[in-house]
């Protein structure tokens, strides 16, 4: 699967879980893509999986969100390390409380994902959930 048909399938998860919920699907944002890439990458590169990195000004979601030019009003991160699907990484954070409060928080109407292999074989995911400032 190429990252374009994981980046679509992953959204279309996430918005098949929050219809189900009755809630409003969300919308791809070019800049949390490129946020979620970035962290993806990075968790790929140093084989770690973590909210965090050791980057001046990068240092949390709300850091990378800003960077990439996204004035919100709510932003959130969900990562996963080892599924090699979709359908293991969105049955990984439906399962976990802290994950799925972000999949379905009616809060967030944008999003961008990402998917980097490191050279140990792991697939890193990274979900970037947003509200713009005033919309």
Request: aromatic residues 8%; contains cysteine; glycine residues 10%.
């Amino acid at each position: 699967m190429t990252n374009c048909k994981y980046i679509t399938a992953l959204i279309n998860a996430h918005n098949h879980y929050r219809s189900s919920a009755h809630l409003p699907q969300l919308h791809y944002n070019w800049r949390l893509q490129k946020t979620a890439q970035s962290h993806a990458n990075r968790m790929a590169q140093t084989q770690q999986m973590s909210h965090h990195e050791n980057i001046p000004g990068r240092t949390t979601v709300d850091d990378r969100a800003h960077q990439a030019g996204y004035t919100y009003s709510f932003v959130g991160e969900n990562i996963a390390a080892g599924q090699t699907t979709v359908a293991g990484v969105m049955t990984s954070w439906m399962n976990s409380t802290g994950h799925r409060h972000n999949i379905l928080n009616g809060n967030y109407n944008n999003i961008g994902v990402a998917v980097a292999q490191g050279s140990n074989g792991v697939r890193y995911w990274c979900a970037v959930l947003g509200r713009k400032m005033g919309g």
